[in-house]
């Protein structure tokens, strides 16, 4: 398993890495900052990335994370110091696996990744890029449909017009398609993400 290390205290990055070759079987990379993220993304293609929220850039952690899902699959433990509920509700969207807290110690890292092993092991999804193959062979021809209606803005009771299905059975679309691509349901999440998969 490949792990993405995002911590731009060059200690704490090195603690962490340490604490998962000790303890699980994966091949890791730490990046300082955002340009080295890019750097490394291409040609690491990560299963799971631990990202600092506060980088101290322009771009906080969570926002980075959103921009990466729009190019690669994989899922997402959060490292924070923050306390801030609007901070964690906002993080919540894109479906962290865990929560590392700061200041980092040996069983807050053991505990958050022995409980998101399982979830990364099972997603032969993870650790590639989004392409229109990949997303074809994620969804079916129903949710690319309706993946195309939402970024189109259309409603729920719109796009159940437009494909003669319920109401319902597009919320049970959407649900799917949520899961599928790692975000929360509601909140715009999938209308946002569509949008900028259109645009990409």
């Not at 205290?9 to 990379?29: D, G, K, V």
């Not at 022995?114 to 890029?129: D, F, Q, T, V, Y």
Request: aromatic share 8%; hydrophobic share 40%.
């Amino acid at each position: 398993m490949r792990i993405l290390i995002i911590e731009d205290e060059i200690i704490i990055a090195r603690f962490i890495e340490q604490q998962l070759t000790a303890n699980f079987e994966c091949s890791t990379a730490i990046a300082l900052n955002q340009q080295e993220v890019a750097d490394t993304m291409p040609g690491f293609l990560p299963h799971l990335i631990l990202c600092d929220i506060n980088l101290k850039e322009e771009k906080d952690g969570i926002t980075l994370v959103e921009n990466l899902r729009q190019q690669y699959v994989f899922d997402v433990i959060f490292i924070t110091s923050y306390q801030s509920k609007a901070i964690i509700e906002r993080a919540l969207l894109y479906q962290p696996l865990n929560y590392i807290i700061k200041p980092v110690d040996e069983a807050a890292v053991f505990a958050a990744l022995k409980l998101a092993w399982p979830l990364i092991e099972s997603n032969n999804k993870l650790g590639r890029l989004y392409d229109n193959n990949s997303l074809h062979q994620m969804l079916s021809d129903t949710e690319r449909k309706i993946l195309q209606l939402i970024s189109q803005n259309k409603t729920s009771r719109e796009i159940a017009s437009i494909l003669f299905l319920s109401p319902y059975t597009i919320k049970n679309h959407r649900h799917s398609i949520c899961r599928k691509l790692g975000l929360e349901d509601g909140n715009n999440a999938l209308l946002k993400w569509a949008m900028q998969y259109r645009n990409s």
